[in-house]
């Protein structure tokens, strides 16, 4: 009986993309991933900086790209994207990619960003982590946990397969904010009193909330509208299989 054949060693490029510049506060940096996590933290200085690691096993690393594309007002406004292949669209708007099977390569990115910055982060396979965000915050990814924090806000963040959990502290508008998942259990954290007409939703789960809320209509057990405070934004927790949380600190 012959040996069976070894598993392909994993590899890692360190570096295999790096970029850094200035963003001025209230405009975007937006990322864009197919396969592999996105990791965005705090900077000291007044630049973004991105880096990018590669790993795969069988396929050629070279067939991943990187593309930065500036957009909005004034070009301001910055996305960065990996790339699979030519059947691949992205832009701040999306991402876009076909046949990509059979291409083991991962890309996980690591974003520093200074204050007064608005994220957006998207990974198709890969978890979500955003911490010391000051500014606005969009982290979306299919398969992988979300974990968004922001001493600003809104925070509005969702996966299908993973857990979602969101920390916000003072923001000034009244935008709606949206947290969901499929799979996991929903978590959205906010600082001290909230005036919000909130809507939660699970169906194999159950409901939490450290706030006192005033319902709207019948209990439902799957479906719960109350109204928090003087009401307001609509703040809006859903999944499918888990539990959902509306957590206050302070």
Partial sequence: MGAAPLAAQKQTEQNAFTWSGRIPSGHWIRVRNLSGEIDVTASNSDRVEVTATKQWRRSDPQSVRFEVRKFGANDEDVV??????????????????????????????????????????????????????????????????????????????????GSVTARMGRFDNDEDLNFSTVNGTVIAEFNGDLDADVELSTVNGRFQTDYPVTINGRLDPRHLRARLGRGGRRIRLSTVNGNVELRRRG
Avoid: L
Avoid at 89 to 98: F, L, Q
Avoid at 104 to 127: E, L, Y
């Fill in 80 to 161: 960065i994207c990996a790339i699979w292949n030519d059947r691949t669209d992205c832009d701040e708007r999306g991402y876009e990619s076909h046949n990509v099977r059979n291409n083991d390569v991962s890309v996980q990115f690591r974003v520093m960003v200074p204050r007064g910055v608005k994220v957006g982060v998207s990974s198709v396979n890969g978890a979500v982590s955003i911490e010391g965000a000051t500014s606005e915050v969009e982290a979306v990814t299919v398969n992988g946990e979300v974990e968004a924090t922001s001493s600003g806000g809104p925070v509005n963040a969702s996966t299908v397969n």
